[in-house]
């Protein structure tokens, strides 16, 4: 199966190219690559671990953590990816990995005064 195999234009997501950092595991290594494009459906990563049509893997992408994912093709050094039942949300994919959104700070307690510099210590 190649990547135009993957699917017919009409039910693919919409594809955004992006340069983005993500964390690759297998069964036996974790590994960082780059993303070529992205959907809400998939990717095109670069594949450095020479992933193979068929391998499942988790990755994470920006805030969006542990993705289940199938390679359903590789060449060319690249490899596409296909998420397993879910859509992803490309916003919170593109964040960087340790960016973490104000409704989910702490609000209360020492632990949301960490880093003021009046705390006593």
Same mark, same amino acid.
């Given at each position: 199966?190649?990547?135009?195999?993957a %699917?017919?234009?009409?039910?693919?997501?919409?594809?955004?190219?992006?340069?983005?950092?993500?964390?690759?595991?297998?069964?036996?290594?974790?590994f960082e690559?780059r993303?070529r494009?992205?959907?809400e459906?998939? %990717?095109?990563?670069d594949?450095?671990a020479?992933?193979?049509?068929g391998?499942?893997?988790?990755?994470t992408?920006?805030?969006?953590h542990?993705?289940?994912a199938t390679?359903?093709?590789?060449k060319?050094?690249?490899?596409?990816?296909?998420f397993?039942?879910?859509?992803?949300?490309i916003? %919170? %994919?593109?964040?960087p990995?340790?960016?973490?959104?104000?409704?989910s700070?702490?609000?209360?307690g020492?632990?949301?005064?960490?880093h003021?510099?009046?705390?006593?210590g």
């Amino acid at each position: 199966m190649n990547e135009d195999d993957a %699917a017919t234009p009409a039910e693919r997501s919409r594809r955004d190219s992006v340069i983005l950092n993500a964390r690759v595991e297998t069964s036996d290594q974790v590994f960082e690559c780059r993303v070529r494009n992205l959907s809400e459906t998939g %990717a095109c990563i670069d594949n450095p671990a020479e992933l193979m049509p068929g391998d499942r893997v988790l990755i994470t992408l920006g805030t969006v953590h542990h993705i289940e994912a199938t390679v359903r093709w590789a060449k060319g050094g690249r490899a596409g990816l296909h998420f397993e039942g879910v859509r992803i949300d490309i916003v %919170a %994919a593109r964040r960087p990995r340790g960016t973490v959104s104000p409704a989910s700070r702490t609000m209360a307690g020492w632990l949301d005064n960490i880093h003021n510099p009046y705390r006593r210590g």
